[in-house]
């Protein structure tokens, strides 16, 4: 059974830091390319980050790009986000999720996220 | 980057037959997938690629895709059916691992 579960959540103030974790069980974690994702209070869903699986990829969204770090160790089954200057619109549940891509047999691209973390809460307040 | 645009809500009587669409200049390039949102709950994925569905996902859901627009067609539907529901693609940016989400369609079932 696939499972990711994220750590690491809490009450920040602003301009502080942050390091979230996020534990896969479950499956062939170096094989994945590993996400990111966050939902502020009420709001849809936005991606944060990417991570291809051997580190050698990453993206970022460009309202985190600068201050949030994408990283990976494969010999632990984990992933990180390591979050410096927040900010109150980084207040937001962080989910952590795996990637899959590939072609259709008419070779179109598609990707998708198959497993997601329950989330941990960040919130950034004085 | 890019963007894509839902409609914020969409209502269906029990039973019947709704279509959730999402627009995005990168859809003719990449297909989307969707999700399911309930209350406090994780997304779930219930439709990739051209028209797929993961295991565990009635067929009452389906997907399609014409030009810049991605949809999700629930045929015949059910109260447990009411949630949110997000497209999401790679955006047009040249990384592959960049992608965007749709800003959501809450689904009613009345």
């Known amino acids: 059974e696939v499972q990711l579960v994220e750590s690491g959540g809490g009450l920040v103030q602003p301009g502080r830091s942050l390091r979230l974790s996020c534990a896969a069980s479950?499956?062939?974690?170096?094989?994945?390319?590993m996400h990111w994702v966050r939902q502020a209070p009420g709001k849809g869903l936005e991606w944060v980050s990417g991570?291809?699986?051997?580190?050698?990829?990453?993206g970022y969204a460009d309202s985190v790009k600068g201050r949030f770090t994408i990283s990976r160790d494969n010999a632990k089954n984990s992933l990180y986000l390591q979050m410096n200057s927040l900010r109150a619109e980084d207040t937001a549940l962080y989910y952590c999720?795996?990637?899959?891509?590939?072609?259709?047999?008419?070779?179109?691209?598609?990707?998708?996220?198959?497993?997601w973390g329950q989330g941990t809460l960040v919130t950034v307040s004085s | 980057s890019s963007e894509l645009t839902q409609d914020p809500a969409v209502s269906v009587a029990l039973g019947q037959t709704v279509r959730i669409t999402c627009q995005g200049d990168?859809?003719?390039?990449?297909?989307a997938s969707w999700y399911q949102q309930k209350p406090g709950q994780a997304p779930v994925l219930v439709i990739y690629?051209?028209?797929n569905r993961p295991s565990g996902i009635p067929d009452r859901f389906s997907g399609s895709s014409s030009g810049n627009t991605a949809s999700l067609t629930i045929t015949g539907a059910q109260a447990e059916d009411e949630a949110d529901y997000y497209c999401n693609s790679r955006d047009s940016s040249g990384n592959h691992l960049n992608v965007v989400f749709g800003g959501g369609t809450k689904l009613t079932v009345l």
């Open positions: 990168s859809l003719r390039s990449y297909y």
């Open positions: 479950g499956f062939t974690f170096d094989d994945y390319a």
């Open positions: 999720a795996k990637a899959y891509h590939d072609y259709d047999s008419s070779g179109y691209y598609y990707f998708l996220f198959d497993y």
């Open positions: 991570i291809s699986w051997n580190s050698g990829s990453i």
């Open positions: 690629g051209k028209n």
